[in-house]
């Protein structure tokens, strides 16, 4: 195992505590203090959309740049299969971006109009979401972890983003729990969380039990 693993290692959890940082609660009220409520509502959520983006480039280029050495690369033709799978897990999660609401999702919307900042969103449940209650994240662990060749600055990337997305999918459930109340209690007993038929699974052996 190289440094350069542990180097990426590092500059994830610095990216993960910087936009853990902007995407608190308590971080959001102070921003909306000094700028007010109308360039809040307008803009943050775009600003916290670009920003994400643009601090993660130097992470990717870490793994660019850096001393690297390959662990495996998947033969043809399986090779072929995971790059479908990966072409299909792209399309299902702008589709499922979609059903959310693309817009708003970056926040274009609410710089268009700041009032859209307020407007309830509705429990979406189709699509992906029929499957696992958070489509995004399954799809993207299928995009990572299909790679046809694994290196050990790729595997150090992918550890960090899903170790980081399974925390953040988890403090997700407490908002929504929060937002939707009854009604995501009910769709979180009936949906997987990110696997599709794992709570199945759960309730046989529960019941077995």
Request: glycine share 6%.
């Amino acid at each position: 195992m190289q440094s350069s693993f542990w180097v990426i290692i590092a500059a994830i959890i610095l990216y993960g505590v910087i936009h853990s940082l902007l995407a608190a609660l308590g971080f959001k009220q102070w921003v909306r203090r000094r700028l007010g409520d109308n360039a809040y509502r307008r803009y943050y959520r775009l600003f916290f959309s670009v920003q994400a983006g643009v601090l993660f480039l130097p992470v990717l280029a870490l793994v660019a740049l850096l001393p690297d050495e390959v662990i495996y690369r998947i033969p043809m033709p399986w090779m072929v299969l995971t790059i479908l799978l990966q072409v299909a897990a792209v399309v299902l999660l702008a589709h499922s971006v979609m059903l959310t609401g693309a817009l708003r999702f970056i926040g274009l919307a609410q710089a268009a109009d700041p009032e859209q900042a307020e407007k309830p969103l509705p429990l979406v449940v189709r699509g992906m979401y029929r499957w696992v209650r958070h489509p995004l994240y399954t799809l993207t662990f299928v995009f990572i972890w299909l790679v046809p060749q694994m290196s050990w600055n790729t595997l150090a990337l992918n550890i960090g983003v899903t170790f980081y997305t399974l925390v953040g999918a988890m403090l997700e459930e407490r908002k929504l729990l929060h937002e939707f109340g009854e009604s995501y209690a009910h769709y979180r007993a009936h949906t997987p969380f990110l696997i599709p038929g794992l709570i199945l699974k759960k309730k046989q052996i529960d019941k077995n039990a």
